[in-house]
């Protein structure tokens, strides 16, 4: 794809425990192409913010709404958000305050949340914050297919804690625009049409998926940081659904 001044800019979100720096290997390979793409910290995962532990999923909304809105205003076109497993639950309540200021929504091993989600209901409230749990545990809940010791070591070293906010807080959406917004599902961890079967049977983590006007899959089988185990093959994903026109 050779990039052109109209071509939207690509914003790279990574999902709990994570800032930009999760996307380091995906951006060399989009910049070899020309592709114009950032990667964003939310509020709550910059390690160095004395107060992260106090923001909550509109502080994140709210993050990706500035960077959307400089965008637009100096290209004068939406922007294409990538989000990534957590990262859905702020990107989808984007999409439902301003889906005109998004051109494409690409979620990697992830999908839009339904209105009343909470990520952990029974988190205690005394508890400040989530730290990134031993692999063996996380294991149970998230595939780490593909990743080596290395990358382990460094997701450990680098993982910053969830803020206890941001994953008590219900999403709520009220805007059935949202489910016009072009969207690419990745599909790691689950082939697309495990997914697809899951959404059609209305099952809690995909139903929402049913309800898109505008989707594609694509299937990058691996596990669930496909940013570490095949960054190549997830920025081509990336670039092919940024050049996509519907």
């Given at each position: 794809m050779t990039t052109t001044s109209s071509s939207p800019t690509i914003i790279l979100i990574a999902g709990h425990w994570l800032g930009a720096w999760a996307w380091d290997e995906v951006l060399e390979h989009l910049k070899t192409d020309l592709s114009r793409a950032i990667a964003l910290t939310?509020?709550?995962?910059?390690?160095d913010d004395p107060e992260r532990a106090a923001k909550t999923l509109d502080d994140q909304a709210a993050a990706i709404l500035d960077v959307i809105t400089?965008?637009?205003?100096?290209?004068?076109?939406?922007?294409?958000?990538v989000a990534h497993s957590g990262a859905n639950a702020p990107v989808s309540l984007v999409l439902d305050r301003h889906p005109e200021l998004v051109h494409r929504v690409v979620w990697v091993d992830s999908g839009p949340v339904a209105t009343g989600s909470v990520?952990?209901?029974?988190?205690?409230?005394?508890?400040?914050?989530?730290?990134?749990?031993p692999f063996d545990v996380l294991a149970q809940q998230a595939s780490l297919e593909?990743?080596?010791?290395?990358?382990?070591?460094?997701?450990?070293?680098?993982?910053?804690?969830?803020?206890?906010p941001v994953l008590r807080q219900p999403v709520e959406l009220t805007n059935d625009a949202r489910r016009m917004?072009?969207?690419?599902?990745?599909?790691?961890?689950?082939?697309?049409?495990?997914?697809?079967?899951?959404?059609?049977?209305g099952h809690a983590m995909f139903a929402e998926v049913a309800n898109l006007e505008h989707l594609d899959v694509v299937d990058l089988p691996t596990g669930h940081w496909p940013m570490w185990s095949r960054p190549g093959d997830l920025a081509k994903a990336i670039r092919s659904a940024a050049s996509r026109t519907d």
């Amino acid at each position: 794809m050779t990039t052109t001044s109209s071509s939207p800019t690509i914003i790279l979100i990574a999902g709990h425990w994570l800032g930009a720096w999760a996307w380091d290997e995906v951006l060399e390979h989009l910049k070899t192409d020309l592709s114009r793409a950032i990667a964003l910290t939310l509020p709550g995962l910059d390690g160095d913010d004395p107060e992260r532990a106090a923001k909550t999923l509109d502080d994140q909304a709210a993050a990706i709404l500035d960077v959307i809105t400089r965008l637009n205003d100096s290209e004068h076109q939406p922007a294409i958000i990538v989000a990534h497993s957590g990262a859905n639950a702020p990107v989808s309540l984007v999409l439902d305050r301003h889906p005109e200021l998004v051109h494409r929504v690409v979620w990697v091993d992830s999908g839009p949340v339904a209105t009343g989600s909470v990520y952990a209901p029974d988190l205690p409230e005394g508890m400040e914050e989530l730290p990134l749990p031993p692999f063996d545990v996380l294991a149970q809940q998230a595939s780490l297919e593909g990743l080596s010791a290395e990358v382990l070591e460094r997701f450990r070293a680098r993982a910053v804690p969830e803020p206890g906010p941001v994953l008590r807080q219900p999403v709520e959406l009220t805007n059935d625009a949202r489910r016009m917004v072009p969207t690419t599902l990745v599909c790691c961890s689950l082939p697309s049409a495990q997914v697809l079967e899951l959404a059609r049977a209305g099952h809690a983590m995909f139903a929402e998926v049913a309800n898109l006007e505008h989707l594609d899959v694509v299937d990058l089988p691996t596990g669930h940081w496909p940013m570490w185990s095949r960054p190549g093959d997830l920025a081509k994903a990336i670039r092919s659904a940024a050049s996509r026109t519907d």
